[in-house]
């Protein structure tokens, strides 16, 4: 069983190339992956918000808390073992509201960003 589920944009190049990155890192297979697009995203999960969903990526965890965007980046980086220490980043005083304001402008863009991260 996975430690959660991380639901994406399954149309969007640059958002499958992280997903690529991320899955090639998480070496002891501790997240699902799921597009956002797939019909079991919102039978699986109807807590999620479904106008968000399309813009931003959530970390989904079996309890059925969920984080969005940003806030969802160092729940993937804490399975990541050669990552995990990145994870830490993120409780830094001043960095949250920096990182959404980033994820933002990344996820407005992301179809232009469209070539997949290595």
Known sequence: ???????YDGECGFCLGWVGWVRRNDTF??????PWQSPETFQRFPQLPK??????????FPSGQFFRGSDAAPHLLKVLPKWRWLASFFAIPGI????????????RNRHRLSCPIR
Request: glycine letters at 2%; proline letters at 9%; aromatic letters at 18%.
């Open 51 to 60: 106008e968000e969903v399309p813009s931003a990526g959530f970390v989904v």
């Open 1 to 7: 069983m996975s430690d959660f589920t991380f639901i």
């Open 29 to 34: 297979n501790r997240i699902e992956f799921l």
């Open 96 to 107: 949250p509201p920096v990182a959404r304001w980033v994820y933002k402008r990344i996820a």
